[in-house]
């Protein structure tokens, strides 16, 4: 990643989404969690504006950048991102938490293949890297561990039933 600038602008070069994930062949289940920091929606908006000749729209950012769950289940009703709720962390502190709003997921591309869904959660406020991301799947029972690094980068953490 590299800092720029150009013409008083301060472009991030070569920054990518960062994402971990669990995924069981066994049960067509994957959990996968990405990472995008304000410094990298605003550049990503800047290039769109720059694209489609506009002002880039950079009001309704989030100040902490988000985080996008994507979810992949067997079942529509363990697709829902209503049975997910994201909790962050430092230690054993709780910093936030976001309980996803119900949503009916998009249908599986072939048969036997899974639902698939989305939920995308700003970073509260006050909440920089490194911090822990845990998503508890509340109709399976599974808490999925994350952590997001001071570069940015996530890393999975574990599984706990």
């Known amino acids: 990643m590299r800092l720029l600038l150009a013409g ?5 070069v070569g920054c990518v989404h960062s ?8 049960t067509n289940e994957s959990t996968e969690l990405t990472y995008v920091s304000r410094v990298q929606a605003e550049t990503e908006e800047r ?9 880039p729209r950079l009001f309704n950012l989030p100040v902490n950048g988000h985080l996008m769950l994507g979810i992949d289940r067997p079942t529509l009703e ?36 899974p639902w698939t869904n989305k939920l ?8 920089d890297p490194p ?15 994350f952590l997001v690094r001071d570069d940015a ?3 999975r953490v574990g599984r706990t039933k």
Request: aromatic letters at 10%; zero cysteines; a negative charge.
């Open 153 to 155: 980068q996530i890393k």
């Open 78 to 113: 363990a697709a829902d991102t209503a049975q997910f709720q994201v909790i962050f962390a430092w230690g054993e502190e709780v910093l936030g938490r976001v309980q996803g709003p119900s949503d009916v997921p998009e249908m599986p591309e072939f048969v036997g293949g």
């Open 47 to 55: 290039q769109k504006a720059r694209r489609e000749m506009r002002e």
């Open 120 to 127: 995308f959660v700003h970073v509260p406020e006050g909440v």
């Open 131 to 145: 911090f822990k991301v845990m998503v508890v799947d509340q109709l399976s029972g599974v808490r999925y561990e």
């Open 8 to 12: 008083g602008l301060a472009l991030l």
């Open 19 to 26: 994402s971990a994930a669990f995924r069981s062949p066994v």
